[in-house]
């Protein structure tokens, strides 16, 4: 069997690895997309070393990167003929940067792309991504989440472009972000991991790294809601989420994901909750024909059993304080027909049972 692993150029994990950026940028000017809590950081700490260059700092994204802010990024950056585009962030600014990035030099903006389902091949500049949660993997990824307000439609912009010439993943900068936040995108890469490993499309190769990311990612978890945030926590969970960023790239997601774009575009509910108020009832949807890979999970995470691990996906949920539906957002069975039609992505083509839309709003029933 020939395997065929794709991800960024050039990959850096540990502490402080986020300050080999400077020395990785070619000539040129450098825009940068960040979340607001990083821009003192980097005021601080980058700009001083990147003296000599033009640098412009655009913050201002949301939890979702909606695509008429992404296009408000995007000429701002033409006008300063950037020749550097990096995403400190979140995985909504990781995205607004690989959108900007690979549409650069195109001419075309991130709303036409989006509208039709624009292949993205060719970037001209230096991309860098550096993460500020473990959740998204978008710094592993070919692919961009953006939102389109006017609709509610939330889906991916992919291609080639979209790889991160580096990504540098530093889980110091994981240190200080609030609670809900490592409780939310960590539930975003645990959902990962578990459906990369249920997949479809999932081999030996992708599951090696799978199982070990969901593993850090749920050994952590634990740690962070007993209150333990020692640096360790905070580099398992980026390993963790590493890992099955890496994984997913090949073999792709499931349900949860397929079904939680469409609600959080409709209802705002931020990704990482969506994988939690979804993820134990697509495990017991998909129980029948995943169970020898869920027991796979299920060992190395120290139980004896699938129904047992999906006992305890809920038990996690509780004691991270996420939400078990989605009654708060008022999500309702008039809601169903468009959630419905929009979560037809690969993440549902690789999910390991198939969903019929009845099936999908059957699902949808339990959780509002």
Known sequence: ??????????????????HQLPHLLPDGNVFIICGHHSKKLLEEELLPELAGKKVEIFTGF???????????ALSAARAMNARSIIGWGGGSCIDAAKTVASLLDSGISATEAFR???SLGQR??????LPTTAGTAAEMTPNAVLCDPETGIKKSLRGTAMFADAALIDPELLNGAPDEVIFSSGFDALTQGIESTISAKADAMTMMLSIEGTFLTWQALQLYSDNCKSDKVYEDLARGCMLSGAAFVRSGLGAAHGIGHPISGLKGVPHGVCCAILLAEVLKWNLPVARPRME???LRLGMNSSEEFIEAVM????????PENFKEWGLAPQDFPFVVKNCRSGSMKSNPRPFSDEEVASLLEKLI
């Open 1 to 18: 069997m020939i395997f065929e692993m794709q991800g960024p150029e050039k990959l850096f994990f540990g502490k402080n690895v986020r």
């Open 62 to 72: 949301p939890a979702e990167a909606p695509l008429d802010i992404t296009d408000k």
């Open 315 to 322: 038990e996690l949920r509780r004691k991270c304080h996420l």
């Open 124 to 129: 001209s500049c230096f991309f860098a991504a």
């Open 116 to 118: 039709t389902d624009l």
């Open 296 to 298: 796979q999970l299920s």
